[in-house]
């Protein structure tokens, strides 16, 4: 895998402690008003892209679509991740700013 920018930045971001993963913890941190930004892998199944999606419509929280779960998981040290929540600010604006 090449080095990726986008995953590298949510490696720092979870070294910092800014980020939670698995869609139990990415759902808490949105309801709770945490999270600033959503990242939902690209292969995800169609009821959990629904459902984050809505979720963060709701919530009006940024969500992007990125990646594999592998990679996603990868990037953060795991197995795979099929959703994850940052909830710094300056995280999620930096990472916005490479996927948009």
Do not use: P, W
Not at 18 to 32: D, H, L, Q, R
């Amino acid at each position: 895998m090449k080095t990726d920018n986008i995953l590298s930045t949510l490696g720092l971001a979870l070294r910092a402690g800014k980020v939670v993963s698995g869609e139990f913890m990415t759902e808490n941190a949105v309801k709770s008003h945490q999270a600033q930004l959503v990242v939902i892998a690209t292969d995800v199944s169609d009821n959990t892209r629904k459902k984050f999606h809505n979720m963060c419509e709701f919530h009006q929280v940024a969500i992007r679509e990125y990646a594999t779960k592998d990679d996603l998981g990868h990037s953060l040290g795991k197995e795979f991740r099929a959703s994850l929540a940052v909830t710094d600010e300056g995280f999620a604006k930096a990472i916005l700013k490479k996927m948009d």
